[in-house]
């Protein structure tokens, strides 16, 4: 008999085929990727790192690993990969507790503008409650200001600034960052999640130059397994010889015991894909379509945070349609369009009942989509949320669509 949870697997491969998958940190994972995921490579433990491990049997957990950081290195010039990190929010935990004593400050950006829990949130992420916490907000027209930033620097002398967004639609300054870093002596962290793919093909400036270190996830625009990545630059490494070392140390074994070797090995194949030429246009084509969708939206009266897009994603403020982000986002859902509530900046309701929506193009751009299918459905988003009674109708046009965008080498 077939294990009730295949049938459940089942469900949701049906589930993210026919829905158009419109949350901005998704996407689809190669056949190849799953496949080093699914491997047996998840049998052996490794724990250490290679050339340097507590147990026997690792002539070939070595060879994964030093490939998945040596492509790393390549892809994005930089001195120094750990690809142990069990995902973003542990990374994040990782440079933290490399660089910082118990109460030490950080500075990050403010939740409701765009940053992420690990950034710095008070109270009841460890970032907030373990280190002081300080943080920077968008200004009253969605952006970040840097002058802002830096003022606020010079008064709380940071030990860490941290510049990376999850909600954010506007291309993050790390050249004017780095700047404000060495003006009051800070680290610099690149956290660069949400954008990485971005980055790779080109179309997001590179923090690389700027940054000491950078930390990514590999699942969102990356298209890899649920992991993460932290890079030390030249720079970093110029600045701190011991930061290599520090962060490798901070992972394990400070942080984690073994590495997922059959994660490691399917970041390894994801950054492997995400080398080629086809990545790059991949890239290019997420920015336009998710400018393009703006664009659409803002025709059909929907109030884009900060006006627009320059990247994957947008956060659209609902106010002004009377609709609140959990109300419209469970509508949209029942169309098939999954996308998520988001809070805006400064929102005045709280965190599970926000102001807006959050939504983005990289899953659909995988699937092959372009602009035109991206006026279709800001169309569509427009209907359904005036008129929540066509939701149904509308489903059935969105399994229509999808139909001509197979999902490559899906099940
Ligand atoms: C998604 C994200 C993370 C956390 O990643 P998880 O894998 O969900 O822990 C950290 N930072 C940023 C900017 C993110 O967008």
Redesign the pocket.
């Known amino acids: 008999m077939v294990d009730e949870i295949f049938r459940i697997i089942e469900k949701e491969t049906v589930r993210q085929r026919e829905t158009l998958m419109m949350i901005p940190?998704e996407n689809y994972a190669s056949r190849k990727v799953l496949e080093a995921l699914g491997s047996i490579l998840q049998n052996k433990y490794a724990e250490g790192y290679p050339g340097r491990r507590y147990y026997q049997g690792q002539k070939f957990t070595d060879k994964v690993e030093n490939l998945a950081i040596s492509r790393a290195k390549k892809l994005f010039n930089v001195a120094h990969v750990n690809v142990q990190p069990y995902?973003?929010?542990?990374a994040?935990a990782a440079v933290y507790f490399a660089l910082l004593d118990r109460n030490e400050k950080i500075m990050g950006l403010d939740l409701s503008c765009g940053g992420?829990l690990?950034h710095g949130y008070p109270k009841i992420t460890f970032s907030g409650k373990y280190f002081n916490s300080v943080s920077y907000q968008t200004g009253k027209n969605g952006l970040i200001d840097y002058d802002e930033i830096e003022s606020i620097a010079l008064k709380e002398k940071p030990k860490l600034i941290i510049a990376?967004?999850?909600s954010y639609s506007r291309i993050v300054d790390f050249a004017r960052f780095g700047q404000i870093a060495n003006k009051v002596g800070a680290y610099l962290l690149a956290?660069i999640?949400?954008i990485v793919g971005l980055i790779i093909a080109g179309v997001h400036l590179s923090p690389v130059p700027y940054a000491d270190i950078i930390t990514t996830?590999t699942?969102?625009s990356l298209r890899g397994p649920?992991g993460?990545m932290i890079m030390v630059t030249k720079k970093g490494l110029k600045k701190d010889q011991g930061l290599s070392k520090k962060i490798d140390r901070a992972v394990f074994p400070g942080l984690q015991g073994g590495p997922h070797e059959n994660v490691i090995a399917a970041i390894a194949v994801a950054l492997g894909e995400a080398g080629k030429e086809k990545f790059k246009k991949y890239g290019r084509q997420v920015v336009k379509n998710a400018s393009r969708l703006a664009d659409e939206l803002a025709g059909l009266g929907f109030e884009i945070v900060s006006g627009g897009t320059d990247n994957h994603l947008m956060v659209v403020d609902l106010r002004n349609k009377r609709i609140g982000g959990k109300v419209a986002a469970e509508l949209l859902e029942k169309a098939g369009i999954v996308v998520n509530a988001n809070s805006i900046p400064h929102d005045s309701n709280p965190p599970l009942a926000p102001s807006g929506i959050r939504l983005g193009t990289p899953a659909l751009t995988t699937r092959g989509m372009e602009e035109k299918e991206m006026v279709q459905i800001a169309k569509w988003i427009d209907i359904i949320l005036a008129n929540p009674h066509q939701a149904v109708q509308i489903k059935k046009a969105v399994k229509e669509l999808v139909k001509n965008f197979p999902i490559p080498d899906f099940p």
């Open positions: 940190s995902s973003g929010s542990p994040n992420h690990t990376g967004t999850t956290d999640a949400h996830t699942h969102k649920r993460a």
